[in-house]
């Protein structure tokens, strides 16, 4: 352990706490999402699987996290990679099946891992017998009433009911066909039209899910992420809206490059799509409903909601406990940009008493290794490919990806961590066109590539075919060829690698006890530099180009070797206070 000798001028000033001062297991937690197609083939039909995902949990918990959150495993026609369900109470084949299911919640909570699964209720699979149903039925039915159905415009219908986009390109409304094949109604989507939105005016609905909910609660899971929790509800006559500045797909990515900062006061009108008053009394029904079960359950927005601010609402205390912290994903690796962020974020939770989340890759952005250094425009959801501008340096976005890392874990409150980013693994940007599968890439007319490159199998073993991801060598997307080095056996015990750097830091959070803590800044170190101390923990963050010099204390973490007393660029260091 290295001792330094020096020491700028400190002040302190607080941040605050992040935790929202409960105690609960997911105020301070630290949570591993898995995307299971990505994650473990047992099979070898180079799709991850449930049996898979069961049969790895023990790198999980060697890797020192709390719980685990799955994207969706349920039957699927996988037109957007299982967040298309046709039936919210099964598993998809393709993954296993109930009983699999069970078998790897059991095997996870012995280990002492809490289990939270994806539930998406804006829209089903058009395969889903609900929509099956709708089409069915005539116009004004109570099963079309499930989802969007309208009239077209103009004299003969043939327009879209209005101008929205889809998410994922192209316009967000679909015709449909009577039986005798003559043009129909046309129904919403907001993202690709094999995802109609439901209806969630309709009590019917609501019903549904609340006994898809308890359907799962009785089988014993810890919680649910709520995919596009802002977007259940639609403004009274859906009216047109056209966005002022293309605000990342999923309506976040409002920081603005050339200030460096993201914009946390929002500039632009609310899409009549996102963020209605009225999803708050759907949540507020949904926590009532997880306070009838023991073992304090828990409900986590994938809210694309700013300001954060805003946002808030989702976590009020009779609604959700968590709600994804996009602000701060979106924040460019600067001091000031990271300071605002953190000192919003812990302004805006803790105001309503809810813990901050704090996350930095997940499975729709690009994966943060790759991120931190774009040079390029990015928009959320675009992805990058080969003939995308400002392409990552790999060194340095790996190097920023570790300093960030060290950061975020060091803060009080909850954090998420993506599948492979303790590997360090970056974006997959030379995917061949041909290996695409996301539905951005189809529906932009590869304008964007979308979220394939984050979604590469993830590399186990460096010396077995698939690197480990399936027996067979399948994979369904295709891995890098330099990825050996990357896998985890070649990192487990390396000294320096990024495996080790994240199994370090998550020891280090829990025996000091760093998400139940609260931030007090230090400035003295300038502009670039991210400093604060969590109870025994000085946590000093290098954003700028050139080394500062380091105070006196015990170095227990670095994400870069430290010589002499000065901290490089790009380099986040722990000390003991
Ligand atoms: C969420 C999911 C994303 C999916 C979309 C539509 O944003 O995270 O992967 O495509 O919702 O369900």
Redesign the pocket.
């Known amino acids: 352990m290295a001792t330094h000798t020096t020491s700028p001028s400190i002040a302190l000033t607080s941040a605050g706490t992040a935790t929202g001062r409960g105690t609960e297991w997911w105020r301070t937690a630290v949570i591993y999402q898995i995307y299971p197609r990505s994650f473990a083939d047992s099979t070898g039909d180079g799709i991850g699987d449930l049996g898979g995902i069961t049969s790895r949990l023990e790198a999980l918990v060697d890797l020192g996290v709390d719980a685990i959150w799955l994207?969706p495993f349920y039957a699927s026609p996988q037109k957007?990679?299982g967040?298309?369900v046709a039936d919210y109470c099964d598993v998809d084949p393709l993954f296993g099946t109930l009983d699999d299911f069970t078998r790897m919640q059991t095997r996870a909570h012995e280990l002492g891992l809490r289990v939270i699964i994806?539930l998406?209720p804006?829209?089903s699979s058009d395969q889903h017998a609900w929509f099956q149903a709708a089409l069915a039925a005539p116009e004004g039915s109570p099963e079309r009433d499930r989802y969007m159905f309208r009239d077209g415009k103009g004299p003969d219908g043939s327009e879209a009911p209005n101008n929205w986009d889809s998410?994922?390109g192209g316009p967000a409304w679909t015709r449909v066909a009577h039986p005798d094949g003559t043009p129909g109604q046309w129904y919403l989507h907001?993202?690709?039209a094999s995802?109609p939105d439901l209806n969630w005016q309709n009590s019917w609905v609501r019903e549904q899910f609340v006994d898809i909910l308890r359907f799962w609660l009785d089988r014993g899971v810890d919680g649910f992420r709520v995919?596009?929790a802002h977007g259940l509800i639609k403004a009274d006559g859906l009216p047109d809206y056209t966005p002022a500045t293309d605000g990342g797909s999923?309506g976040g990515g409002h920081f603005n490059d050339t200030v460096l900062e993201p914009a946390i006061s929002a500039e632009e009108p609310t899409p009549p799509y996102w963020a209605q008053p009225g999803v708050h009394e759907i949540y507020r029904q949904w926590r009532r409903l997880l306070g009838e079960y023991a073992g304090d359950r828990v409900l986590c927005a994938?809210a694309?909601v700013e300001p954060l601010a805003t946002l808030a609402n989702w976590v009020r205390p009779d609604e959700m406990q968590q709600a994804f912290n996009f602000s701060y994903l979106e924040t460019p690796w600067t001091g000031p940009a990271m300071r605002r962020v953190i000192d919003a974020s812990i302004d805006a939770f803790e105001g309503v008493g809810a813990p901050s989340t704090w996350v930095l890759s997940?499975?729709?952005v690009v994966r943060h290794a790759s991120r931190l250094a774009l040079t390029g425009e990015n928009p959320q959801g675009a992805g990058i490919g080969p003939r995308s501008p400002g392409q990552p340096d790999p060194v340095l976005g790996l190097r920023r990806a570790r300093a960030a890392t060290a950061l975020m874990l060091a803060l009080p409150g909850s954090a998420y961590i993506y599948q492979g980013e303790e590997l360090g693994l970056p974006e997959v940007i030379d995917l061949p066109d041909a290996a695409r599968q996301d539905?951005t890439w189809f529906r932009s007319h590869g304008k964007k590539y979308g979220?394939d490159g984050c979604r590469v199998p993830i590399p186990w073993e460096s010396d077995k075919p698939a690197y480990g991801f399936s027996s067979s060598g399948e994979s369904w997307l295709p891995q890098p060829a330099d990825w050996g080095a990357l896998a985890r056996d070649a990192q487990v015990g390396l000294p320096g690698s990024t495996l080790e750097l994240y199994t370090a830091a998550l020891a280090l959070r829990r025996a000091h006890e760093l998400g139940a803590g609260a931030a007090s800044w230090l400035s003295g170190f300038g502009d670039a530099v991210v400093a604060f101390t969590n109870g025994a923990v000085t946590v000093i963050a290098n954003t700028g180009t050139v080394a500062v010099e380091l105070p006196v204390g015990d170095i227990l973490l670095a994400s870069e070797e430290i010589t002499g007393g000065a901290l490089p660029a790009d380099t986040t260091v722990w000390l003991r206070s």
Do not use: G
């Open positions: 994207s957007d990679a967040y298309d994806d998406v804006n829209h998410v994922f907001l993202f690709d995802q995919d596009v999923m994938e694309w997940n499975h729709d539905p979220r």
